[in-house]
C-alpha cells in the first residue's frame, strides 16, 4: 500500500495568502536565477555574433572538425574501456 501524501505547502495550504520571509527570499533567490542565467545567455549570443564572421572561415571549421572527432572519439574510447 503507498504512504499517504504529504502537504507541500505547509499547514495552511498553497492558497492560505500566508507567506513568510523564507517563501520571500525564495521568491528573490529564484528571481536573482532566472537574472543571471539570461545575461549569461544574453552574453554568449552576443560573443558568438561578433565571433560568427571567423567561426566559418574554412580552416577554422576543419580544426573545430578534427577537435570535437578527437574529443567524441576519446569520450567513446572511456565509455568502452570502464568496468562494468
Known sequence: MAAPLRPIHGPGGARSGR???AARAKSLLVLL???LTLVWLGGCVFLLSKAWPVLHRPR??????RATGVVLTGFGLA?????R
Open 60 to 65: 577554422v571549421h576543419r580544426v573545430l572538425g
Open 79 to 83: 565509455v568502452a574501456g570502464t568496468a
Open 19 to 21: 507567506r513568510g520571509p
Open 33 to 35: 536565477r532566472a537574472t
